[in-house]
């Protein structure tokens, strides 16, 4: 058993679900959610993040639109599907049952 | 002094050392590979370039114009190598090395006798080529139908010349490790050639 990597895999676990929890509360373009993730030690390498966001758009949980910048190119904005929403109120329900089953183990 | 390149990353243009540029080129290469057979990979691929082009627009300045090999490393550390860029929805390490990836058929320049058809073809189906030319020259033998289909063959396979062909040629799913063990073992009959 390798600790680093054990904690790795639980944040990789719960990533997807925090990305949909940054975007819950408004639209973000990539760099936003990204600064949000790193200041909660979500995420390690930024690369991870990309594949994720194109996944959940694909599966009809993000929509983006395109938004003109004043610094460079115009940027891509995510938000929240209806069926996202949908998606994270379940999340969101998972995760305290998990929260709560942990605890209980532990102090018991 | 050092010779520049001028790029365009995510939308915006860089003048880039060309030690630099061609350390960005190898990791986006890389990255191609890792992303490649999942679905909308372009897109995650550009993504990833616009916010690099941001990570590296914000090391330049006025003073510093030019984007240098060690801009280009750090931001490549932040993005992360492809073997650390991986995620629980996608498929599992294991699932990705078993999954099989194209495989056509070649000819074989490595093993030939003639045009290396029957080299090809043994290596598709993984069987000795022996066994095809053994059918080939009976094939000749009984009527010379075997030289018609052995032309045919040779004008319509084309000849597995890069190391992806090679391994598609096998079957073996393509991913940076296997090109990787394919480059490392022609390397090997290279340098064993050498000796000889």
Redesign the interface.
């Known amino acids: 058993m390798d600790l680093e990597n054990t904690k790795a895999q639980m944040r990789k676990g719960i990533l997807e679900y925090c990305i949909l929890s940054v975007l819950s509360k408004n639209s973000c373009y990539a760099s936003d959610i990204i600064r949000e993730l790193k200041e909660a030690k979500v995420i390690v390498v930024e690369g991870t993040l990309y594949p994720l966001l194109t996944r959940q758009k694909n599966a009809g949980l993000l929509s983006y639109r395109w938004e003109e910048s004043q610094q460079g190119p115009p940027r891509k904005y995510y938000e929240l599907t209806d069926e996202g929403k949908t998606y994270l109120t379940e999340l969101d329900r998972s995760w305290d049952e998990l929260v709560e089953s942990v605890n209980l183990i532990r102090t018991r | 002094m050092k010779i520049t390149v001028s790029v365009n990353l ?3 243009s860089f003048n880039i050392d060309e030690d630099a540029y061609s350390e960005l080129k190898r990791y986006l290469k890389n ?1 191609e590979l890792h ?1 490649a057979g ?3 990979s372009s ?2 691929l550009s ?2 370039e ?2 690099m ?2 990570l590296l ?1 914000a090391r330049l300045t006025t003073f510093k114009q030019v984007v240098t090999i060690d801009d280009v490393r750090e931001v490549i550390a ?5 073997e ?7 498929p599992t390490r294991k699932e990705k090395f078993s999954r099989p990836g194209p495989h056509r058929m070649y000819r074989d320049p490595d093993k030939r006798i003639i045009g290396g058809v029957c080299a090809g073809m043994g290596a598709y189906w993984d069987i000795e080529p022996w066994i095809i030319r053994i059918i080939f020259i009976a094939l000749v033998m009984a009527g010379g139908l075997g030289i018609l289909i052995y032309l045919i063959l040779y004008i319509v396979l084309p000849e597995a010349k890069t190391t992806a062909q090679k391994i598609e040629m096998k079957g073996d799913p393509v991913n940076i490790n296997n090109i990787k063990e394919a480059v490392k073992k022609e390397f090997d009959t290279v340098r064993k050639n050498m000796k000889l």
């Open positions: 995510g939308g915006y990255l992303f999942e679905e909308s897109e995650i993504d990833i616009a916010r082009a941001e627009k932040i993005m992360g190598n492809p650390d860029i991986t995620d629980e929805e996608g």
